[in-house]
C-alpha cells in the first residue's frame, strides 16, 4: 500500500501542475449539470401571440384574457389578415387567434361561435404543444357559454401552417442538416494548424512571405468548398428520402448556408490556433459545435422556454440563426427580409472569428 500512496501522491502533485486538466475536472461536470438542467425542459413558455379581432366585444376580448392569464401566451401584435403570413415568416408570432364579426353575439344567443387558431408548425413538436395549450384553454372558455347545451358553444379551426401534418421529420431534418454541417467544418479545420505545428511545417509557414490573414484565408478555401458540398448533398438527400420540401430559392439556401460554414471554419481555425496537439483541438471543437448546437440552437428544444441567462448565452450560437433562415427558405419558402438579421448575425460571426484567428496566428508568428 506504501507504493500505491507514493503513486497516488506524484499523480495528485501532477495533476496540481496541470491546471488544464484540474479545471476540467471540476468544472465539465458542473457546467453540464446546469447546462442539461436548464435547457433540458419541454415546457413551452411564452409563445407569442397575434389576435385578430374582427368583433371587439367583451366575449372576444374575454376570449384573448383566457390566454395571456394562462400564462403560456404572451399577446405581441393585434394583426390583421394582410399581416398574419408577414408575422408568421418572421416568427414574430407563433400561433393567431381568429375572431369573426359576430362572434360575441352568437356566444350571447347561445349558438355556435366559430373561430380560427393559425399555428406556425415549421416546430412540430412545439406546435403540437401549442395547439394543445389552445384547444384546452378554448374549452376551458366555451363552458362558460354553455347554459346547458352539452355541445360547446365555440367552435374551433384549428389550423397549422407549413406543416399541416405536423411530421416531426420537417423540423428535425433541417436541424440535423445544421448540426452535422457545424460539427465536421469546425472539427475538419480545428485539426488543420495543429497538424501544423505537429508535423514542424509550421515554421516554413512562418519564414514565408506570407501573412496571417492570407494564411487563415488559404486553410478556410478547400475546407469551405468541401463542407458546402457535403451540406448541398445531405440536403438533397434529405429532400430525397424524407421529404423535406425546397419552398424558397436555391440561391439564398446557398449565401445563408456558406456564411454558416465560413463562421464555423472559422471558429475550427481559432481552436486550431489556441491548441498544442490534435486531441485537445478536437475536445475544444466538440465542446464548441456539439453542445451549443445540439442544446442552445433550437433544435430540440424551444429558446423562448430557458432561463433568461441561458437565452442570452444563445445569441453566440451561429446554429441559432441558420436554423431560423433555414426553415423559413425551406418550408416557409420566405425571402430575405424575413429573416436578415440572420443573415446578418452569421456574416458578423464569421468575421469575428477568423479576425480572431489571424490575430491570434500573428501574435505566435512575431
Known amino acids: 500500500m506504501r507504493k500505491a500512496f507514493a503513486v497516488a501522491r506524484k499523480e495528485f502533485r501532477q495533476i496540481?501542475?496541470?491546471?488544464?486538466?484540474?479545471?476540467?475536472?471540476?468544472?465539465?461536470?458542473?457546467?453540464?449539470?446546469?447546462?442539461y438542467g436548464y435547457a433540458l425542459n419541454w415546457d413551452i413558455r411564452h409563445v407569442r401571440l397575434g389576435v385578430e379581432d374582427q368583433d371587439h366585444t367583451p366575449?372576444?376580448?374575454?376570449?384573448?384574457?383566457?390566454?395571456?392569464?394562462?400564462?403560456?401566451?404572451?399577446?405581441?401584435?393585434?394583426?390583421?389578415?394582410t399581416r398574419i403570413t408577414e408575422l408568421m415568416n418572421t416568427n414574430e408570432v407563433r400561433?393567431?387567434?381568429?375572431?369573426?364579426?359576430?362572434?360575441?353575439?352568437?356566444?350571447?344567443?347561445?349558438a355556435r361561435a366559430p373561430m380560427q387558431v393559425l399555428v406556425n408548425g415549421d416546430n412540430a413538436n412545439t406546435a403540437t404543444t401549442v395547439m394543445g395549450y389552445?384547444?384546452?384553454?378554448?374549452?376551458?372558455?366555451?363552458?362558460?357559454?354553455?347554459?346547458?347545451?352539452?355541445?360547446?358553444?365555440?367552435?374551433?379551426?384549428?389550423?397549422?401552417?407549413?406543416?399541416?401534418?405536423?411530421?416531426?421529420?420537417?423540423?428535425?431534418?433541417?436541424?440535423?442538416?445544421?448540426?452535422?454541417?457545424?460539427?465536421?467544418?469546425?472539427?475538419?479545420?480545428?485539426?488543420?494548424?495543429?497538424?501544423?505545428?505537429?508535423?514542424?511545417?509550421?515554421e516554413q509557414v512562418r519564414m514565408a512571405p506570407l501573412g496571417a490573414p492570407a494564411f487563415v484565408v488559404g486553410k478556410t478555401i478547400p475546407y469551405f468548398l468541401i463542407s458546402l458540398a457535403s451540406a448541398v448533398g445531405i440536403i438533397l438527400v434529405a429532400m430525397m428520402l424524407f421529404g423535406v420540401p425546397m419552398r424558397g430559392s436555391w440561391w439564398l439556401l446557398l449565401a445563408a448556408l456558406s456564411l454558416f460554414l465560413v463562421g464555423a471554419l472559422g471558429l475550427g481555425l481559432l481552436i486550431s490556433s489556441v491548441s498544442d496537439n490534435q486531441q485537445v483541438a478536437f475536445q475544444l471543437a466538440m465542446l464548441a459545435s456539439f453542445l451549443p448546437t445540439f442544446m442552445l440552437s433550437g433544435f430540440i428544444f424551444p429558446i423562448s422556454s430557458m432561463p433568461a441567462f441561458l437565452r442570452a448565452v444563445t445569441y453566440l450560437v451561429p446554429a441559432r440563426y441558420f436554423l431560423v433562415a433555414l426553415?423559413?427558405?425551406?418550408?416557409?419558402?420566405?425571402?430575405?427580409?424575413?429573416?436578415?438579421?440572420?443573415?446578418?448575425?452569421?456574416?458578423?460571426?464569421?468575421?469575428?472569428?477568423?479576425?480572431?484567428?489571424?490575430?491570434?496566428?500573428?501574435?505566435?508568428?512575431?
Not at 484540474?22 to 449539470?33: G, H, K, Q, R
Not at 384574457?65 to 389578415?81: M, P, R, T
Not at 364579426?101 to 344567443?109: D, K
Not at 425551406?330 to 425571402?335: I, R, S
Open 16 to 35: 496540481a501542475r496541470d491546471r488544464r486538466t484540474l479545471m476540467i475536472l471540476l468544472f465539465v461536470p458542473a457546467f453540464y449539470l446546469m447546462l
Open 59 to 81: 366575449e372576444s376580448r374575454s376570449v384573448v384574457s383566457a390566454f395571456v392569464n394562462s400564462g403560456y401566451f404572451d399577446l405581441v401584435a393585434s394583426v390583421d389578415d
Open 95 to 110: 400561433a393567431v387567434l381568429v375572431m369573426p364579426s359576430g362572434f360575441g353575439r352568437s356566444l350571447r344567443t347561445g
Open 134 to 202: 389552445a384547444l384546452t384553454i378554448l374549452q376551458s372558455e366555451s363552458a362558460h357559454y354553455r347554459s346547458g347545451q352539452s355541445t360547446p358553444l365555440l367552435s374551433v379551426q384549428p389550423r397549422v401552417w407549413y406543416n399541416a401534418e405536423l411530421r416531426s421529420t420537417l423540423f428535425l431534418v433541417p436541424g440535423l442538416i445544421a448540426y452535422i454541417s457545424m460539427i465536421t467544418a469546425v472539427i475538419s479545420t480545428a485539426l488543420s494548424i495543429v497538424r501544423e505545428k505537429e508535423r514542424g511545417t509550421m
Open 327 to 366: 426553415r423559413a427558405i425551406v418550408l416557409k419558402g420566405a425571402g430575405a427580409a424575413a429573416f436578415w438579421e440572420d443573415l446578418a448575425a452569421l456574416a458578423i460571426f464569421a468575421a469575428l472569428v477568423l479576425a480572431l484567428a489571424s490575430v491570434r496566428l500573428r501574435r505566435e508568428w512575431a
